[in-house]
């Protein structure tokens, strides 16, 4: 059983065009995140969900709409994806004061 | 101000040696954890080894130690006996409390290759 899903492994789009990527975990963890993986492999926290409620929203253009439907799912949806938008996204959960974040496969989007 | 700090962008070492990958952080939460991850060339990212910081003993697993010196900040992982395999991208992170919620922030990352 995969702990923390992220569905597509691979997402290539076109400038302009709006794409959500999906993430689920089956570990009951109350904290979930989004994070970016740049071309030069920096990782970076863009949201923090803790049961369905944000908690971080480290400055990210607003095209960027993260979507908890329960405390299992988080979602990210972007609009109007830019060419600087290209890069892979991890998914990722973690229990209350736990030791690690447990990761997704991530997923790399690519803008055209 | 960076909270993780990993100041080996790149790395190499024979195979079957040992090799330090340095790591310093910063925070102001008395309560924090550290881990190490390895992200090798298939991008997935691999938990390694985690320490929080009122564990008294440095953490191990298998081939990889931690060497957590509190008073320096500095928490950096030691591979001993390294393998062709382990050549990835190795990078350190640190839980702390942000808000009363938990927050986990990444270095910049080492890439450590292995010498055959």
């Known amino acids: 059983d995969t702990a923390v899903s992220q569905t597509p492994k691979y997402l290539v789009t076109q400038m302009g065009n709006d794409k959500s990527i999906k993430c689920e975990q089956n570990?009951?963890?109350?904290?979930m995140y989004w994070y970016k993986q740049d071309s030069k492999k920096f990782l970076k926290i863009m949201f923090s969900y803790n049961n369905k409620e944000l908690i971080i929203n480290e400055t990210v253009p607003n095209r960027f709409s993260p979507k908890s439907p329960d405390k299992a799912h988080l979602n990210l949806h972007i609009n109007s994806l830019e060419l600087g938008d290209s890069a892979v996204y991890f998914c990722?959960?973690?229990?209350?004061?736990?030791?690690?974040?447990?990761f997704g496969q991530g997923t790399r989007l690519t803008v055209v | 101000a960076q909270k993780i700090t990993q100041t080996q962008p790149g790395m190499f070492v024979q195979e079957k040696e040992a090799v330090t990958l340095d790591c310093t952080y910063d925070?102001?939460?008395?309560?924090?954890?550290l881990f190490w991850y390895k992200q090798p060339s298939s991008g997935e990212m691999i938990f390694l080894i985690y320490?929080?910081?009122?564990?008294?003993q440095n953490a191990t697993e298998g081939r990889y130690s931690l060497n957590f010196q509190k008073a320096r900040k500095s928490a950096n992982l030691v591979i001993s006996a390294s393998q062709l395999g382990d050549s990835a991208m190795y990078f350190c992170?640190?839980?702390?409390?942000?808000?009363?919620?938990?927050?986990?922030?990444f270095g910049t990352g080492t890439k450590l290759q292995v010498i055959p």
């Open positions: 925070t102001s939460d008395p309560s924090y954890g």
């Open positions: 990722a959960s973690s229990p209350p004061r736990g030791r690690e974040a447990f």
């Open positions: 320490q929080g910081s009122y564990d008294q």
């Open positions: 992170a640190m839980r702390e409390n942000s808000g009363g919620y938990q927050k986990v922030t």
């Open positions: 570990l009951g963890h109350d904290t």
